[in-house]
């Protein structure tokens, strides 16, 4: 029997406060002092159509993606990975090809680190392909090969946090969880009026009590019904499509007004900037490549040899005859600016044409096209790069 209507009682979180005037139906105006936040069963009670309001909705408007369609723990698990901090779009060609090439728990705990990090290359965040791959081990070591329908043991395998738990949980097993996300997050700030920075804990532990007092049974549909208004719909950067949310009626911010202006947000901080100079060194028809130290940003993966700061075209030759390098170009490359989450790359490169190179670095490997294209895990920050300078 369905309880899409019905409220689960679950005790606030620690930090919330009496109920304040966003329970009761209005929306207080912004203030330099935080806002206490809503008492839980409060909003959950003005909130219990919440559930019977977002399923018909998902079920009938919800995308068709490939996770989606055969819903296995192993693909639901690869896809929650792999859309950490990653657009769906940008997933979706990645995810096929993973799952082609590693349709279950057995192949991915078995596949060198190599083929691991090509299947991977241009997705980001390589850090998470090794955590799937440390918990596909630990899969195989201590579940027999199967993903355990258990919330804590989800949250015990490597690389498994509180959310990807909770949508694997729901998602696959079906189980009474949910998952909060940015998404979510921003649905309930907006819904509630939250007068905090989503991003902070006690906001976080406001939004997980709350959507577990509103858990019907179809734990699966709701947890990416709620994701999916989120994507769609309650659009971040103050566009949400209100007119065609399901949720609208119930949405305190838009009530107020105040829905382009929340969820808030704390300043992020400036990212530092490193200048490098991309050499990539032709000789007879190889690329030259080095391993990135195996730790830290784009650990273990293979890049063209670089320097730090920006050096002409004199300089790059001056070094590369210092290798005993006899060069017969050096060509300039258009600069390329690379955001990761903390740091900005902005690169000059130089296609440098070798004849010769007698004592290049030990670390160097000379690798052609075919080898780059089906065996070295090159970072998307270098692709712009290597296209232009080696187009031949």
Same mark, same amino acid.
């Given at each position: 029997?369905?309880? !899409?209507?019905?409220?689960?009682? +679950?005790?606030?979180?620690?930090?919330?406060?009496?109920?304040?005037?966003?329970?009761?139906?209005? *929306?207080?105006?912004?203030?330099?002092?935080?806002?206490?936040?809503?008492?839980?069963?409060?909003?959950?009670? /003005?909130?219990?159509?919440?559930?019977?309001?977002?399923?018909?909705?998902?079920?009938?408007? *919800?995308?068709?993606?490939?996770?989606?369609?055969?819903?296995?723990?192993?693909?639901?698990?690869?896809?929650?990975?792999?859309?950490?901090?990653?657009?769906?779009?940008?997933?979706?060609?990645?995810?096929?090809? %993973?799952?082609?090439?590693?349709?279950? %728990?057995?192949?991915?705990?078995?596949?060198?680190?190599?083929?691991?990090?090509?299947?991977?290359?241009?997705?980001?965040?390589?850090?998470?392909?090794?955590?799937?791959?440390?918990?596909?081990? !630990?899969?195989?070591?201590?579940?027999?090969?199967?993903?355990?329908?258990?919330?804590?043991?989800?949250?015990?395998?490597? &690389?498994?946090?509180?959310?990807?738990?909770?949508?694997?949980?729901?998602?696959? %097993?079906?189980?009474?969880?949910?998952?909060?996300?940015?998404?979510?997050?921003?649905?309930?700030?907006?819904?509630?009026?939250?007068?905090?920075? +989503?991003?902070?804990?006690?906001?976080?532990? %406001?939004?997980?009590?709350?959507?577990?007092?509103?858990?019907?049974?179809?734990?699966?549909?709701?947890?990416?019904?709620?994701?999916?208004?989120?994507?769609?719909?309650?659009?971040?950067? &103050?566009?949400?499509?209100?007119?065609?949310?399901?949720? !609208?009626?119930? *949405?305190?911010?838009?009530?107020?007004?105040?829905?382009?202006?929340?969820?808030?947000?704390?300043?992020?901080?400036? /990212?530092?900037?490193?200048?490098?100079?991309?050499?990539?060194?032709?000789?007879?028809? =190889?690329?030259?490549?080095?391993? =990135?130290?195996?730790?830290?940003?784009?650990?273990?993966?293979?890049?063209?040899?670089?320097?730090?700061?920006?050096?002409?075209?004199?300089?790059?030759?001056?070094?590369?005859?210092?290798?005993?390098?006899?060069?017969?170009?050096?060509?300039?490359?258009?600069?390329?600016?690379?955001?990761?989450?903390?740091?900005?790359?902005?690169?000059?490169?130089?296609?440098?044409?070798?004849?010769?190179?007698?004592?290049?670095?030990?670390?160097?490997?000379?690798?052609?096209?075919?080898?780059?294209?089906?065996?070295?895990?090159?970072?998307?920050?270098?692709?712009?790069?290597?296209?232009?300078?080696?187009?031949?």
């Amino acid at each position: 029997m369905s309880r !899409a209507g019905s409220v689960r009682q +679950s005790p606030p979180p620690s930090a919330a406060a009496p109920e304040r005037a966003a329970a009761e139906g209005v *929306c207080a105006s912004a203030q330099e002092a935080p806002a206490p936040l809503p008492e839980v069963a409060g909003e959950a009670t /003005r909130l219990a159509s919440l559930a019977e309001r977002l399923l018909p909705w998902y079920r009938s408007s *919800c995308r068709d993606l490939p996770w989606r369609r055969e819903p296995t723990p192993y693909r639901v698990l690869v896809s929650e990975l792999m859309l950490q901090q990653t657009r769906v779009e940008a997933v979706i060609p990645y995810f096929e090809r %993973f799952v082609a090439a590693l349709p279950d %728990f057995p192949s991915l705990a078995e596949v060198s680190e190599e083929r691991l990090m090509k299947l991977w290359q241009g997705l980001g965040y390589y850090s998470r392909a090794r955590n799937l791959k440390k918990a596909a081990e !630990a899969v195989c070591r201590d579940h027999g090969g199967r993903l355990p329908a258990d919330l804590q043991a989800l949250r015990a395998l490597p &690389g498994v946090g509180e959310y990807t738990a909770g949508a694997v949980a729901a998602i696959a %097993f079906g189980l009474p969880a949910v998952a909060v996300d940015g998404n979510v997050l921003r649905v309930f700030s907006r819904l509630s009026c939250l007068e905090r920075e +989503s991003d902070r804990p006690e906001v976080k532990r %406001f939004v997980t009590a709350l959507a577990t007092a509103l858990l019907p049974d179809a734990s699966g549909d709701f947890a990416q019904g709620l994701m999916e208004l989120g994507a769609t719909v309650c659009l971040p950067n &103050g566009a949400p499509l209100c007119d065609v949310c399901p949720l !609208a009626s119930l *949405c305190l911010a838009r009530a107020a007004g105040r829905e382009g202006e929340l969820p808030l947000r704390r300043a992020k901080k400036g /990212r530092r900037v490193e200048r490098r100079t991309v050499l990539l060194c032709l000789l007879g028809g =190889r690329l030259a490549l080095v391993r =990135r130290p195996s730790r830290g940003l784009l650990a273990g993966l293979w890049e063209p040899p670089c320097l730090e700061g920006h050096e002409d075209a004199a300089s790059v030759r001056r070094r590369l005859e210092a290798l005993g390098g006899v060069v017969t170009g050096v060509t300039a490359l258009s600069p390329v600016r690379h955001v990761f989450t903390h740091v900005e790359w902005e690169m000059v490169g130089y296609l440098v044409e070798l004849s010769d190179c007698a004592a290049p670095p030990k670390e160097w490997v000379w690798v052609t096209k075919e080898a780059l294209a089906q065996e070295y895990a090159l970072p998307g920050a270098y692709e712009k790069l290597v296209a232009e300078g080696w187009r031949s």
